[in-house]
C-alpha cells in the first residue's frame, strides 16, 4: 500500500485530519508540503481502495480526492457505498475538470470542487471551512449519541411517562391515562428527568425530538 504519513501512528491523536487521495505522487507530496507547513495534519494514499483500506480516526476530517484516478475514480467514490463509509466532506481536485463532472460532483454532495492549478490559499481556506463543518457534525451527533444513551437507559414506565409529560400532561392527566398514582408518576416523571439530564420540560421536548422518532414502534 502507497501511504505518505503527515502523521504516524506514533503520533497522539490529532485535533483534525486531513486527507489526500491522488495518483500522482508529485502532487500527493505538494499538497501534504503544504497542509503540514500551517500545522494541518495530513495523509496521503495512492489509491482509493488503500484509502479505505486505513484507519481513520474520529476526528473533524475531510477529504481532498482527485477526480480521475486509476482504477476507481473519485467520482464513483462519492457514489454508495462510500458515503455510508466516510461521511466527512468530500473536496474535489482535477486538471481535467468541465463543467457537467463539477455538476455531478456537487449534486453527489461535495463539499467544494476545485481545478489544477489553484491558488494555495484557496485551499487552505477550504479545507479549514470544511474541518469546520465536520467538527460541528461530530458534536452534534455526540450529543444526539449522548442523549439516546440516557433515553435507552429509561425503564418502560419511565419512557411513556416523560413522553406524556412532553406531550404537555399533567402529572394528575398522566396519572388517570396509565392508571398510577399521582405520586407513582411523579416519581418515574422525576428519575426520567434525571437520568435524561433535563432541567425542565422544553428541554425534555427537545431531547426527546433528537431520539424519539427512531424508537416510536417501542412506544
Avoid: W
Amino acid at each position: 500500500m502507497k501511504q505518505d504519513n503527515g502523521v504516524t501512528g506514533s503520533e497522539s491523536l490529532p485535533d483534525s485530519l486531513v486527507y489526500v487521495v491522488d495518483d500522482d505522487e508529485s502532487i500527493r507530496g505538494a499538497l501534504t508540503s503544504l497542509l503540514m507547513s500551517v500545522g494541518i495534519h495530513v495523509r496521503a494514499y495512492e489509491s482509493a481502495d488503500d484509502f479505505l483500506a486505513a484507519e481513520r480516526p474520529d476526528v473533524p476530517s475531510c477529504l481532498i480526492l482527485d477526480v480521475r484516478l486509476r482504477g476507481t475514480s473519485g467520482l464513483t467514490l462519492q457514489q454508495e457505498p462510500f458515503k455510508e463509509t466516510v461521511r466527512f466532506p468530500v473536496i474535489f481536485l482535477t486538471g481535467h475538470g468541465d463543467i457537467e463532472m463539477s455538476v455531478k460532483a456537487m449534486k453527489a454532495g461535495a463539499f467544494d470542487f476545485m481545478t489544477k492549478p489553484f491558488k494555495d490559499q484557496d485551499l487552505i481556506d477550504t479545507i479549514a471551512a470544511a474541518l469546520k463543518r465536520d467538527g460541528e457534525l461530530k458534536r452534534q451527533e455526540r450529543i444526539v449519541a449522548d442523549i439516546r444513551q440516557a433515553y435507552d437507559s429509561l425503564t418502560a414506565r419511565e419512557r411513556e411517562v416523560i413522553r406524556l409529560v412532553a406531550e404537555g400532561l399533567l402529572n394528575k392527566q398522566i396519572a388517570d391515562l396509565l392508571c398510577l398514582s399521582e405520586v407513582t408518576v411523579k416519581i418515574h416523571r422525576a428519575q426520567a428527568m434525571h437520568k435524561l439530564h433535563a432541567r425542565s420540560v422544553p428541554d425534555v421536548v427537545r431531547k426527546l425530538q433528537q431520539v424519539v422518532p427512531a424508537q416510536q414502534g417501542a412506544r
